[in-house]
């Protein structure tokens, strides 16, 4: 049986990553942030195999620790700060989390093997944030990187740390650049939940309006469940390396709030919807659309749903939610 460690995995890419790797056979093991962590109560009803340890991307020991008693031999780095809006106001923290917390597991993990350097396999969540201002259409792993916020400069750090172990000490250390990736686990600060849940209200006659920022960004958006099961395909891979994961597809906001408001029969959502400055970020990401083709051939992977199926089915689930809490 093999045994796997997530970092992050009260968020939702670790959430459909266990049910994935449990449903493969592995023994699998979360990372918890803090004490008596709200979300922990989540995981257990959505996947009760899941063991759940303690520890820190901040504090070393508590890795090794973990480390010491999930025995892994794949390990995922899931962990982050990840709301980019965030990040401004938190430059540091994020900069601590999400870029020095890679080196703080990558370095666990090369104390924990001692001479066997790829007893563990690593996979780190990397990010379309890092092309930023993109330098290349469509994307690529070998696109210039030029990130455009803290948390995109964090990710960069991570990225080429994870490189770097796998170069210095030969770990089998792989780095997934994901595009956008959104479920009916996503978070309500993201701005695909935040219309799902918003549209769902209004058409149930709980809300009028949303106020949104800059709608004519546009994303490659795919589903969080097809994700995760690239990051497993990297770590079945003989070599480590680095792949792109998108659908190739890009759609602005204002394209989301269309299908979405279409699939609950509100023609006219303009009325519904403000934009409101405080949503604007300092530097914007204008366009993402990535090329996959890499993880298409090397790992047999693509996406299975699409845009459409995705923005339909959160909205399903947030119309669920709602009917049922007003009930
Ligand atoms: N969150 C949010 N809220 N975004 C808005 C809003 C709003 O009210 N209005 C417009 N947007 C725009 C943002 O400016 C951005 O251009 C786009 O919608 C998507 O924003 P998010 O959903 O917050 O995601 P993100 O693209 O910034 O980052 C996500 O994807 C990255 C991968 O590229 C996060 O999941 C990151 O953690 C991830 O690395």
Redesign the pocket.
Known sequence: MKRALITGVTGQDGMYLSRLLLSKGYEVYGLVRGQNNPKIDLVREWAPDVTILTGDLLDQSSLLRALNIAKPDEVYNLGAI????YSWENAQLTSQVTGLGVLNILEAIRLYSGDDASKVRFYQAS???MFGRVQEVPQRETTLLWPRSPYGVA?VFGHYMTINYRESYGMHASSGI???HESPLRGP????R?ISLAVARIALGLQESVS????E?K?DWGFAGDYVEAMWRMLQQDHADDYVISTGETYS?QHFLDIAFNHVNISDWEKHVFQDPK?F?PA??DL?IGDSTKARTTLGWEPQVSFEQLVTMMIDADLEREKRSKA
């Open positions: 990840s709301f980019v809006a990010s379309s944030e990710k994901l595009f956008n600060e993201f701005v695909t935040k949104l920022g800059n709608i960004a994303r906001v949503f970020r914007e990401v993402l």
